[in-house]
T-cell receptor, first 113, second 110 residues
Framework: KAGVTQTPRYLIKTRGQQVTLSCSPI?????VSWYQQTPGQGLQFLFE???????NKGNFPGRFSGRQFSNSRSEMNVSTLELGDSALYLC????????????FGPGTRLTVL | AQRVTQPEKLLSVFKGAPVELKCNYS??????LFWYVQYSRQRLQLLLR??SRESIKGFTADLNKGETSFHLKKPFAQEEDSAMYYC????????????FGGGTRLMVKP
């Protein structure tokens, strides 16, 4: 099976702009989670979607949002970008019946100037 | 709220030496614990989970509920073990959300 794919792999934006990142889970996986990875804060959970519904949300401001489509693909959006949003954004998918084991994508590196 | 702590940011050992990467957690319920590994230029991947009680690549980890620890051990380190290791916790009641520790970089010197 193909692994989790994320597009784009790299992005450069300026403060105040918005950005949309995309994630395609492993075929058959219905759960998609998003994490932010920074040198200072490490890996932090953003949100999880399951069957097009947000099931969990981490402690991030409302500028961070996401959605999941009927084919399980997911997008996350960050509005009004700040310098501190520069990070590696990781997407992970999980099959429903395997519990919280996650399969991670390569990440999208977002740089905010 | 749950918390995972990995006290060492860097652990450097010689090839053939024993390795122990420490992980402590705080959670009031019955968590599920994991170790994830990220090799250079590769994606984050699951190494092992406590409920499977298996040894992967010679690594084992035992959940000690009394000490709230889940240390990762290997009796003889290999150079290919050099990587970033993350301990993670799932509370089992919040979907697939994982809480990660800060990570430990393991360097195995020849």
């Amino acid at each position: 099976k193909a692994g989790v794919t994320q597009t784009p792999r790299y992005l450069i934006k300026t403060r105040g702009q918005q950005v949309t990142l995309s994630c395609s889970p492993i075929s058959g996986h219905r759960s998609v989670s998003w994490y932010q990875q920074t040198p200072g804060q490490g890996l932090q959970f953003l949100f999880e979607y399951f069957s097009e519904t947000q099931r969990n949300k981490g402690n991030f401001p409302g500028r961070f949002s996401g959605r999941q489509f009927s084919n399980s693909r997911s997008e996350m959006n960050v509005s009004t970008l700040e310098l501190g949003d520069s990070a590696l954004y990781l997407c992970a998918s999980s099959p429903y019946n395997r519990g919280p084991e996650q399969f991670f994508g390569p990440g999208t590196r977002l740089t905010v100037l | 709220a749950q918390r995972v702590t990995q006290p060492e940011k860097l652990l450097s050992v010689f090839k053939g030496a024993p390795v122990e990467l420490k992980c402590n957690y705080s959670y009031s319920g019955s968590p599920e614990l994991f170790w994830y590994v990220q090799y250079s230029r590769q994606r984050l991947q699951l190494l092992l989970r406590h409920i499977s009680r298996e040894s992967i690549k010679g690594f084992t980890a035992d959940l000690n509920k009394g000490e709230t620890s889940f240390h990762l051990k290997k009796p003889f380190a290999q150079e290919e073990d050099s990587a970033m290791y993350y301990c993670a916790l799932s509370d089992g009641n919040a979907g697939n959300m994982l809480t990660f520790g800060g990570g430990t970089r393991l360097m195995v010197k020849p």
